[in-house]
């Protein structure tokens, strides 16, 4: 019987020393850390991993529930004291993703998660959670996404994302009552440049282009390249009557760019059709618009920009196209 006792013991003891030692690898491999809160004395227990994940150790952290609040980043402590305040007041469990702060100022993405116990009473004696550090996860979710919405060769958005941030912001229109407008815009006769020059000048020209809307337009615009030689811009704030002067400021600075390591200078020139948001409107619509009138401003010819106003010629911006019809540019900008 003693034996019996004896050989118990030690195989409990065994599975106890498995046990430790599964959590030890799962905290290591999965960098997950193990934590206990007491209520009734205030009392926080931390495992060696939540130590390592909040850049911590033992005997440097003040392990109490205002040192546990200041570890998470100020933006997400009021969501935390939620959630604790909701597992000790309601029993409710809780999994959150928020921020930590290490104490040398680098910040780590975690999974916080907690799940109450309580006595017969219903009193909540002990909270026991996890702290999982995901931030290599959230990086490369980053790294995806951007791959995911950014084209390659120009580092603007792709055609996905432009319409998304256009729902949001027909949406924000809706709210507002704010103007902002839309325009398609489309390189006139680009397949020429690559067939005169090749595809690595062509790139070359497309990249310039963009970096030529970029420093004619503000920071809250937007850029995406829509197909081959297509782009779209969004440009909140902006009534149609005021994208002329910035679009033919572009259409300028394109009259004579060198490419090929300066061995040949080229004038580039675009067409484009110009469109108000409507709140009512859809993002197929809007874009649907957008498109008949740069199909509009191509038959005019090269570098023309048609909106509801009438078309215009982008190398002579103070003067209304001769075959438009519409009103001029001074009443453009009226």
Not at 27 to 41: H, L, N, T
Not at 124 to 152: C, M, N, P, Q, S
Not at 204 to 231: M, W, Y
């Amino acid at each position: 019987m003693l034996l019996t006792d004896k050989l118990s013991k030690v195989l409990e003891a065994a599975d106890l020393h498995i046990t430790a030692m599964f959590m030890e690898m799962t905290e290591e491999f999965g960098q997950v850390g193990f934590w206990r809160f007491d209520p009734r004395r205030d009392k926080h227990s931390w495992s060696g991993q939540v130590y390592k994940i909040a850049g911590m150790k033992p005997y440097e952290a003040t392990i109490d529930t205002e040192g546990v609040m200041q570890m998470f980043h100020p933006n997400d402590r009021v969501l935390v004291r939620d959630c604790v305040d909701g597992a000790l007041n309601h029993g409710r469990e809780f999994k959150v993703e928020v921020r930590i702060v290490r104490p040398d100022g680098s910040m780590r993405y975690v999974k916080f998660a907690g799940k109450p116990f309580s006595n017969a009473e219903g009193i909540v004696w002990e909270v026991f959670g996890i702290l999982v550090d995901i931030t290599d996860y959230k990086t490369a979710e980053a790294e995806w996404r951007h791959l995911a919405e950014t084209d390659e060769l120009t580092g603007v958005f792709k055609l996905r994302r432009f319409e998304e941030l256009l729902q949001n912001e027909i949406r924000r229109c809706a709210r507002s009552g704010r103007s902002t407008s839309i325009a398609l815009i489309d390189l006139d006769e680009f397949k020429e440049v690559n067939d005169t020059y090749g595809h690595m000048v062509g790139n070359e020209v497309l990249q310039i282009f963009v970096n030529k809307l970029r420093g004619a337009l503000r920071d809250i615009d937007v850029i995406a390249r829509i197909g081959g030689d297509e782009f779209a811009l969004l440009l909140p704030e902006t009534p149609t009557h005021q994208t002329l002067e910035p679009i033919s400021r572009v259409a300028s600075r394109l009259r004579s760019i060198e490419i090929d390591n300066g061995q040949h200078d080229i004038a580039v020139s675009f067409c484009g059709g110009v469109v108000s948001i409507s709140p009512q409107s859809t993002v197929a619509d809007t874009l649907r618009l957008a498109d008949s009138y740069l199909y509009t401003a191509k038959k005019h010819g090269k570098h023309r920009l048609v909106s509801e106003a009438g078309v215009f010629n982008l190398w002579r911006p103070s003067q209304e196209d001769d075959d438009s019809g519409g009103p001029s540019s001074r009443q453009l900008f009226s």
